[in-house]
């Protein structure tokens, strides 16, 4: 068991905070007993923060039965909201459940308000950022050791959480520690709004917060990594180019972090792969004291099935035959049986066709298995909840944001760096290496799939690419056909939900919905 002692101050942690999501406009509390805590124990910060990063893989303090929000356990974590909007909207990877929208996401249609899984996100964001603006009111009050970098730590994560409302939901409403306890319904916040505030905050941390932390927590590198992430989506986000700005803090990220990439790609999605040096943020999981339907669990499992493969294989107890693969995704290594890419061996074939003619019959499409809950670099037990860390940043990102921000003009970097890089993340995997008349923007979103799906980036991709919308790039069951057709520019962000615009008559609904 890994990680024990940040992961159960979660719990301690938990019983002093509470807040409200049952409107847009939230207005947190915070228990007198948070203050009195801390000026009694200031040292009682590190279980407190345990809180705010536990709310992006767990549903709440009391096991994978519990909800911060009220909001389903199982279904309503952040993580697995970014799964399902991020991975199962995309190309690579589809969901046979269909329980209750999921279908929706799965065939990328029939998107409306009324989307239970669009609410889980959207009320998943503004839990986080309530507890976060409740801490840092707190905060003002009280001192606490390296309180100038815990304060950043805060202000990041509750960056973090609005960055997946600009790329998922295109406005919100901006809730800081400036209007904790506003009874009012606060204005409805653009897209650019938010990102300008983001933007602020990270620039206003980077020096603030420390260069290096404890596994699991945010650092310099890990600030900058969300910052080249938002400038480089800044074209679909604002419709101002900044891969300049995007290059220039991942080459702070790459030259200044201090990561390298793991001998070996699987490594990096083991239940040890705490180890490993390439992950630069990732969300813990154990399986003992973090138990949650919505971390790495619902990758795991979900993606495993005793009728066709044998669960222990995967560190398993349970397999829940959901997630399997599309020919969008191991079709681009070509054919499996005779690839040298050890990525394209991540796919269990046997028993399952290569065509996804039903999305809903598990024997179609193949299941990846990239996560794992087995150890690498030792023996472990099979176990029912993941002990897997999620990496939502890690350093072959990095190398392949450079290249692309390269390719696309960018100043501050060269096309042999960029070749160069790209060439490192494929070696990794003993693929063939490529040569500059290669690299271009069709191979990097293709080399972004092979080494990047199921890491929560696929949708933002295509979309930045220009492939997620329209016709141009189908894939099986896009528009909710067997070889995917045409869907509406509309479908770019996801509709507001209906509970956020009756709570708040400031939102209005995102066009097309």
């Known amino acids: 068991m890994k990680r024990v002692k940040l992961l159960s101050l979660f719990i301690l942690s938990s019983v002093l905070f509470s807040g409200c999501t049952d409107d847009l406009n939230t207005e947190p509390k915070v228990e007198l007993s948070l203050e009195q805590l801390l000026q009694k124990d200031p040292n009682a910060i590190t279980g407190i923060m345990s809180k705010l990063y536990g709310s992006f893989a767990l549903s709440g303090?009391?096991?994978?039965g519990s909800s911060d929000i009220s909001d389903d356990p199982g279904e309503s974590p952040f993580l697995r909201g970014i799964i399902n909007l991020q991975e199962f909207t995309a190309d690579g990877m589809k969901n046979r459940w269909g329980d209750d929208g999921l279908d929706q996401l799965t065939t990328t249609s029939s998107w409306d308000e009324n989307n239970k899984f669009f609410r889980y996100l959207y009320n998943r964001v503004y839990y986080t950022v309530p507890q976060c603006n409740n801490l840092l009111v707190v905060l003002n009050n009280v001192d606490v050791p390296n309180e100038e970098s815990i304060v950043s730590e805060v202000r990041f994560l509750r960056s973090l959480a609005y960055y997946y409302m600009i790329d998922c939901f295109g406005k919100g409403v901006l809730v800081t520690e400036e209007n904790v306890g506003e009874?009012?319904?606060?204005?409805?916040?653009?897209?650019?709004?938010?990102?300008?505030?983001?933007?602020?905050?990270?620039?206003?941390?980077?020096?603030?917060?420390?260069?290096?932390?404890?596994?699991?927590?945010?650092?310099?590198a890990v600030v900058r990594m969300l910052l080249a992430k938002l400038y480089l989506n800044a074209q679909v986000y604002t419709g101002v180019d900044r891969y300049t700005d995007a290059l220039t803090y991942t080459k702070k990220v790459i030259a200044e972090g201090g990561y390298t990439l793991n001998n070996n790609f699987a490594a990096n999605f083991t239940g040890d792969n705490n180890t490993s040096n390439e992950i630069i943020y990732p969300l813990i999981a154990d399986p003992l004291v973090s138990q949650s339907y919505g971390n790495t669990t619902y990758i795991v499992n979900g993606s495993l099935n005793s009728a066709t493969m044998t669960l222990s294989t995967y560190g398993a107890t349970q397999g829940w035959g959901g997630h399997r693969a599309t020919k969008a995704w191991y079709g681009l290594f070509g054919n499996l049986g005779t690839s040298t890419d050890s990525r394209a061996q991540l796919f269990w074939t046997n028993g399952h066709t290569y065509e996804m003619t039903d999305y809903k019959e598990w024997m179609n499409g193949y299941p990846s298995i990239k996560f794992r809950n087995n150890n690498y670099m030792s023996s472990s037990a099979s176990t029912d909840f993941s002990g897997t860390d999620f990496p939502l940043f890690r350093l072959a990102d990095a190398y392949l944001m450079f290249a692309e921000c390269v390719v696309r003009g960018a100043s501050g970097g060269s096309m042999t760096e960029a070749l160069d890089y790209v060439n490192q993340v494929r070696q990794r995997s003993n693929a063939p290496i490529i040569t500059s008349s290669e690299l271009n923007l069709d191979f990097l979103i293709d080399e972004r799939g092979r080494e990047l799906m199921l890491e929560g980036h696929r949708r933002s991709d295509l979309i930045r690419f220009g492939k997620f919308t329209g016709g141009s790039y189908l894939w099986p069951w896009k528009g909710n056909t067997l070889n995917g057709t045409a869907i509406p520019s509309t479908y770019n962000v996801f509709p507001i939900p209906l509970t956020a615009l009756q709570a708040n008559p400031n939102l209005s609904q995102n066009p097309g919905y």
Request: hydrophobic letters at 35%; zero cysteines.
């Open 183 to 220: 009874s009012t319904p606060l204005p409805e916040a653009s897209r650019l709004d938010l990102f300008n505030f983001v933007e602020a905050e990270l620039l206003d941390i980077e020096d603030k917060i420390a260069t290096t932390n404890s596994y699991g927590r945010a650092n310099k």
């Open 61 to 64: 303090p009391n096991g994978p």
